[in-house]
């Protein structure tokens, strides 16, 4: 499958682009090492003479040469970063067409970024380069940890783009970087931590439209009610938003007051009703923002029920830390360009996985998020033992199988965000109430109306 997806004309490129070309005929050229690479990616589990036999399985013996660990460490270093950076940056993008099921809602191509932070190997140059977490104990906290930041398709989870860097890098300086990934013709979704008013605004000068989630205390006044229950806003920087607070506060509506720098969104609020089968019921209030002004050709109900959709960038995330790294793992680097490599191969490896998936879906004509991405991984790693060359037709006749599709609507569950592994076996170390498990629930979303000034 990897040479399927990344064909050897693709890596020579990447590597000459790079300036990694070898001078000398070696044993472990830079196209070997670049494919070595992503192999260690997909064999997280193994050191490097197993990814190595794994990649060789089904080659020739005699063919194939028997390089010791420390010949495969050397040939990294030789490899580099480069490479890995640029392969990724041909492969990423949105993979989902129009003939591709849950990619668009009325013309709109839904995308999400978020971040995320993966633990790296405890060396010292990890730690002087990517820190450990921020709170302070008499002993070491924890691993290095470097933050990651991702634009992500929702319909099909491929990582449009990303960005990462050390634990100190914030996730909206990182968001800033991805706005050149953003198009027209996308809605972008966002959670609570980035409803600053310069990340709205550079967001929204991209072009892209918003549908983000803001903080409860954030100060949305009513500036034109809408028929459907919703209402136009003045979302500003922190200086006129000290002034439009004061001009409210006066019992000022209309006229605003001059000289403003605010951009005009509309506000949806809504409630969400988590029912479980005991009976038990949770209710919380949402409020979103969003560039999509027309009631009429953007239902405010369907808004805040495809909100829900920002969620697919954490099951993806799940997949990339999870699934394909392996639960509890750390990425095995010990040095800066190591990680940062390994990292460009978990990300390559992650979307080349996900463009077989939408591949498959998009054949079948069927959703893509009934297909496995575990069942396409272990496919994966059984086409590299095997150098299995029957191209994505049996890749896509594994994942199609009757017997690998999920259900077409999936159970609502909830599973509250709580420690599920304790640190300790014994009780008396256990926090009341830390181990969680998923509930099936029912969940209603109900518009909340305002015709007056919060």
């Known amino acids: 499958m990897l040479t399927r997806w990344v064909p050897p004309s693709l890596v ?4 000459h682009a790079a300036g990694r070309k070898e001078r000398r005929v070696r044993l472990l050229p830079a196209r070997v090492v670049v494919y070595f690479v992503l192999a260690m990616a997909l064999f997280t589990d193994c050191g490097y003479r197993g990814v190595w036999a794994a990649l060789t399985a089904g080659l020739p013996g005699t063919l194939v040469p028997d ?14 970063t480069a490479p890995l950076a640029l392969l990724f940056d041909r492969l990423r993008g949105p993979l989902g067409t129009a003939d591709t099921m849950g990619v668009f809602w009325r013309g709109l191509r839904l995308v999400a970024w ?12 990890n730690i002087a380069h990517f820190t450990r977490h921020g709170v302070r104990t008499t002993r070491p906290a924890g691993y290095p940890q470097v933050r990651l930041t991702a634009l992500v398709e929702c319909g099909t989870r491929a990582v449009i783009d990303a960005v990462f860097g050390p634990l100190r890098h914030k996730e909206l300086p990182q968001a800033h970087d991805l706005l050149p990934a953003l198009k027209p013709g996308m809605l972008l ?12 605004r550079d967001a929204a000068d991209t072009g892209a439209d918003l549908l983000w989630r803001v903080q409860a205390g954030r100060l949305l006044p009513v500036i034109h009610p809408l028929p459907d229950g919703t209402y136009l806003t003045l979302i500003a920087d922190r200086r006129s938003g000290d002034r439009l607070a004061k001009w409210l506060h006066r019992g000022r509506i209309t006229p605003l007051p001059p000289r403003l720098t605010a951009i005009t969104m509309r506000v949806i609020s809504y409630e969400v009703t988590v029912t479980d089968s005991g009976g038990t019921r949770r209710t919380s209030t949402v409020r979103l923002v969003t560039t999509l002004l027309d009631p009429n050709k953007h239902p405010a109900c369907e808004l805040a029920t495809l909100y829900h959709q920002r969620w697919e960038i954490e099951t993806a995330y799940y997949g990339l830390k999870v699934t394909l790294r392996g639960a ?8 800066v360009d190591g990680v940062e490599q390994e990292l460009y191969a978990l990300l390559t490896v992650f979307q080349v996985t996900r463009m077989a998936i939408t591949h498959a879906a998009t054949t079948a004509g069927i959703d893509p998020d009934r297909l496995s991405f575990t ?9 590299v033992i095997r150098a299995d ?3 994505p037709a049996r890749m896509a006749a594994i994942l199609t199988h009757t017997r690998n599709l999920a259900a077409p609507r999936r159970r609502s569950r909830t599973s509250p965000r709580c420690v599920k592994r304790t640190l300790s076996p014994y009780a008396y170390n256990k926090t009341r109430g830390s181990v969680g498990h998923k509930t099936t629930v029912t969940t209603t979303v109900t518009l909340l109306t305002r015709t007056a000034r919060p």
């Open 328 to 335: 509890d793992r750390v990425l095995r680097s010990h040095t």
């Open 389 to 391: 060359a029957s191209g």
């Open 114 to 125: 978020d971040g995320t932070c993966l633990e790296v190997a405890d060396s010292g140059a």
């Open 12 to 15: 020579d490129e990447v590597v």
């Open 67 to 80: 390089p010791s660990t420390a010949a495969l460490r050397q040939a990294r270093r030789r490899l580099g």
């Open 189 to 200: 979704l966002a959670d609570r931590g980035y409803d600053g008013f310069e990340a709205i």
């Open 375 to 383: 069942i396409a991984l272990r496919t994966a790693r059984h086409t």
